[in-house]
């Protein structure tokens, strides 16, 4: 059985960073990249980036050039994405999924809630 | 990359048909026959319905099938159920390895 298990909620202020991890398990991680979409309280989805998981190798919406960063520890078949400079506006819920080539995203991790308040 | 525009909201009674529709442009949704769909419950995260804008995963019920004609790709519900009440996205390729989510749309079952 595929499994993207998230890390849990996070508190964070104004300013600061935060890393959000998925554990991969059930399937040959170097099989399917690492999707990263977000989903603001009440809002849709956002698409934010994938990583490869052989290469490391990123791409990220245009929205988050900047502030994103998305790796991965293959020895423990975990990806990760860190936003940084967060504001109020970053409150949301993280979710990673796998895509496979020409394929769709499935399954979704749970979710990691991140709030940004001061 | 704006998001795709999807209707707010849409209802139908149990067993009748219900139709999103998803509306982008040629650089997206019209250029790539790379549109999925997205059923999400409240508190959950987003299930696929649809890829590749007809295609359903094994495990899919037929009562949901996918169409595109232009820059508009529609996801239509037949037979509706109470459980189909839920927010569903459409997803598609928009060119540079990137991706683009609709707006989303509640389905509400009468």
């Given at each position: ?118 | ?106 389905v509400t079952v009468l």
């Amino acid at each position: 059985q595929v499994l993207l298990l998230q890390s849990g909620a996070e508190v964070k202020k104004p300013g600061a960073s935060v890393k959000v991890s998925c554990k991969t398990s059930g399937y040959t991680f170097s099989d399917s990249y690492i999707h990263w979409v977000r989903q603001a309280p009440g809002q849709g989805l956002e698409w934010m980036g994938w990583i490869n998981p052989i290469t490391g190798d990123t791409n990220l919406a245009q929205t988050f050039e900047d502030r994103v960063t998305m790796t991965r520890d293959t020895s423990i078949t975990t990806a990760y994405m860190e936003l940084n400079r967060l504001t109020s506006d970053d409150t949301a819920m993280y979710y990673c999924a796998r895509k496979k080539f020409l394929e769709y995203f499935d399954p979704w991790g749970q979710g990691a809630l991140v709030t940004v308040s001061s | 990359q704006s998001a795709l525009t999807q209707p707010r909201s849409v209802s139908g009674s149990p067993g009748q048909s219900v139709t999103i529709s998803c509306t982008g442009s040629r650089s997206d949704v019209g250029g790539y026959n790379y549109v999925s769909w997205y059923q999400q419950h409240p508190g959950k995260a987003p299930k696929v319905l649809i890829y590749d804008v007809t295609n359903r995963p094994s495990g899919v019920p037929d009562r949901f099938s996918g169409s595109k004609s232009g820059n508009t790709a529609s996801l239509t519900i037949s037979g509706l159920q109470g459980d189909d009440e839920a927010d569903y996205y459409c997803c598609s390729y928009a060119g540079s390895y990137k991706f683009v989510f609709g707006s989303g749309t509640k389905v509400t079952v009468l």
